[in-house]
């Protein structure tokens, strides 16, 4: 066995408390997480054993402020968290990041009182949350959504379906965006919705290629009654909630985007290093050296990425189109790593022996979810260009 192969990632953190969070993660992911993670995935299974551990330990809150049970992390250190979770597998990664997706319009929009009644369970009393905008005719044109809510004395009356919900039919609490006066995106508020509200259901999980253990499905919304006290922020100021949730939420998308190319590296490397053609070993090859050089070039540049646009949250700046250009290349390199892993490991890659094939099957999906690559795309040149002409 060759003396190289894959090596822990070095990680700059800001505080010697962070540093300590980091190894309680590492640690736990390899005690928790990564010896089911194929075994579960494979089998469909949605751990929620492991998100009421995350919870209990402190990391389903990362991000929110201590008074309301969160860890009062920067988006510098939490990110990171991701993408050790997502690097042993990505179910949990994304879970995490869609749960506090779920949490984020209460946690910046609410009032002070909603926040003191809702936020604890929320972010440390074992619920798991989801996040509902998308629905079967608007995803990428958001603001077009047709969900209804209509004021009923003190009550809210939602009617409606949303699509593409992860968690969706298991969350304890739905973060829902619906329309409340006209068209458009200022037409459009946010409800915090129990998971046990009558009239609430979901549809079938879908079937997908790849995170087979994280369902995904359709939330049906029959004449379900919110109080009013469940409204988040101003009626229809629910466009800039939704907005606001997902640059935040695109940051958690690439920090797991890079977990899971770094995943698929480590892989790649530890099979070069032990696999022998020729009487030599593979990663004696040039081209394949190259190879493996390049995917390690794309990560370490998509972790910078991220990072540099988590710092500029944390210290208040504008980072819209840095969010997006993170979301972006983060996923774009997550899907070249991953058919690259497959290719390094030959016939071994294209088989369930190795889990490089579920690597490359989840890399898809990150191209797709909380704003396809050519919505970022949009977003960025909007940024650079302004608006297009009408």
């Not at 469940?230 to 939420?249: H, P, S, T």
Request: proline letters at 5%.
């Amino acid at each position: 066995m060759s003396e190289y192969g894959p090596q822990p990632v070095e990680r700059r953190l800001p505080t010697e408390e962070a540093q300590d969070l980091l190894s309680l993660v590492r640690d736990l992911v390899q005690r928790e997480i990564e010896p089911v993670a194929a075994e579960e995935e494979e089998a469909g299974r949605f751990p929620r054993e492991t998100f009421a551990l995350l919870s209990r330990s402190g990391l389903l809150g990362l991000p929110y402020p201590a008074e309301y049970g969160g860890g009062d992390q920067p988006y510098e250190v939490y990110l990171q968290v991701l993408e050790e979770l997502a690097a042993a597998r990505l179910t949990v990664g994304l879970g995490v990041s869609v749960h506090s997706l779920a949490c984020h319009a209460l946690a910046s929009f609410g009032g002070k009182e909603q926040r003191a009644e809702h936020l604890p369970a929320m972010l440390g009393g074992g619920l798991l949350g989801a996040y509902c905008l998308s629905e079967p005719s608007s995803g990428s044109d958001a603001a077009s959504l047709r969900t209804r809510a209509v004021r009923d004395g003190d009550d809210w009356v939602l009617t409606g379906t949303k699509a593409w919900i992860t968690h969706g039919g298991i969350a304890d609490f739905y973060t829902v965006l619906a329309r409340t006066g006209g068209e458009g995106p200022r037409g459009i508020t946010a409800f915090l919705v129990p998971g046990d509200a009558p009239g609430l259901s979901a549809g079938a999980p879908e079937r997908k290629m790849g995170m087979k253990g994280s369902p995904t499905a359709q939330i049906n919304l029959d004449d379900v009654r919110v109080p009013d006290a469940r409204r988040i922020g101003e009626e229809g100021q629910g466009f800039a909630v939704a907005l606001a949730a997902l640059d935040a939420g695109r940051l958690g998308i690439a920090a797991c985007a890079v977990g899971l190319a770094q995943a698929a590296l480590d892989q790649a490397v530890a099979y070069a290093a032990e696999r022998r053609q020729f009487g030599r070993p593979l990663a004696d090859f040039q081209g394949l050296r190259f190879l493996i050089a390049d995917m390690a070039t794309r990560i370490e540049a998509g972790r910078a990425l991220y990072l540099a646009a988590a710092r500029r949250r944390d210290e208040g700046l504008p980072f819209t189109r840095q969010a997006a250009m993170a979301k972006l290349s983060c996923t774009d390199t997550a899907m070249q790593v991953t058919t690259d892993a497959v290719q390094v490991l030959g016939g071994y890659g294209y088989t369930t022996d190795f889990p490089v094939e579920r690597f490359l099957r989840e890399a898809k999906m990150l191209q797709i979810v909380e704003g396809t690559n050519q919505i970022q795309r949009v977003v960025i040149a909007r940024q650079l260009l302004g608006p297009e002409s009408r």
